[in-house]
T-cell receptor, first 113, second 108 residues
Framework: GAVVSQHPSRVICKSGTSVKIECRSL??????MFWYRQFPKKSLMLMAT?????????EQGVEKDKFLINHASLTLSTLTVTSAHPEDSSFYIC?????????FGPGTRLTVT | GESVGLHLPTLSVQEGDNSIINCAYS??????FIWYKQESGKGPQFIID?????DKRQGQRVTVLLNKTVKHLSLQIAATQPGDSAVYFC???????????FGTGTRL
């Protein structure tokens, strides 16, 4: 149990376009999900906390208008990178809370050309 | 701000030897610590956790030690195997706080 999936696993988009990444809890309901960003050979940096039915809480320095988060159901949170630029290229990972523990998705590799 | 960090970025061991990965944390209010394993191109995988009211916890081939006096956490892997090769992160959070703070990571 407690499986978290992400889609897509890899995406390449052109500069200026928007891309949506989905995070799903497959076998449990999650009122809280988290979005992280990870640069090569670096640690995970928390971007925001996604709360079902309410606005996301963003960490300091994360642009809420650039990284749109929607947690419309208890099993799905989406992260939309708007007007993507090459510096947005990164590995994006989500996690979901189940029984007080965080379970991580497999990550999405975003490359902006 | 509060931080969690690791002493060694890279650790090389012979197959069959024991591995010890260290982590220092600075938030004395942290009461829950977790070790994660991350293989290339994948998300973190839970290994073992420990709460602040304990100083040692054992799992299958892994042991976590917590020294609250010096704010130090370690992960010991017995009989290290090639499949253990990955980056290991320590993470912590405080009571009532679901947000995790990750350490720098050590590549084994």
């Amino acid at each position: 149990g407690a499986v978290v999936s992400q889609h897509p696993s890899r995406v390449i988009c052109k500069s200026g376009t928007s891309v949506k990444i989905e995070c799903r809890s497959l076998d449990f309901q999650a009122t809280t999900m988290f979005w992280y960003r990870q640069f090569p050979k670096k640690s995970l940096m928390l971007m925001a906390t996604s709360n079902e039915g309410s606005k996301a809480t963003y960490e300091q320095g994360v642009e809420k208008d650039k990284f749109l988060i929607n947690h419309a159901s208890l099993t799905l949170s989406t992260l939309t990178v708007t007007s993507a630029h090459p510096e947005d290229s990164s590995f994006y990972i989500c996690s979901a809370i189940y029984r007080d523990e965080q379970y991580f998705g497999p990550g999405t590799r975003l490359t902006v050309t | 701000g509060e931080s969690v960090g690791l002493h060694l970025p890279t650790l090389s061991v012979q197959e069959g030897d024991n591995s010890i990965i260290n982590c220092a944390y600075s938030n004395s209010a942290s009461d829950y610590f977790i070790w994660y394993k991350q293989e290339s191109g994948k998300g973190p995988q839970f290994i073992i956790d420990i709460r602040s009211n304990m100083d040692k916890r054992q799992g299958q081939r892994v042991t976590v030690l917590l020294n609250k006096t010096v704010k130090h956490l370690s992960l010991q892997i017995a009989a290290t195997q090639p499949g253990d090769s990955a980056v290991y992160f320590c993470a912590e959070n405080g009571f009532g706080n679901e947000k995790l703070t990750f350490g720098t990571g050590t590549r084994l």
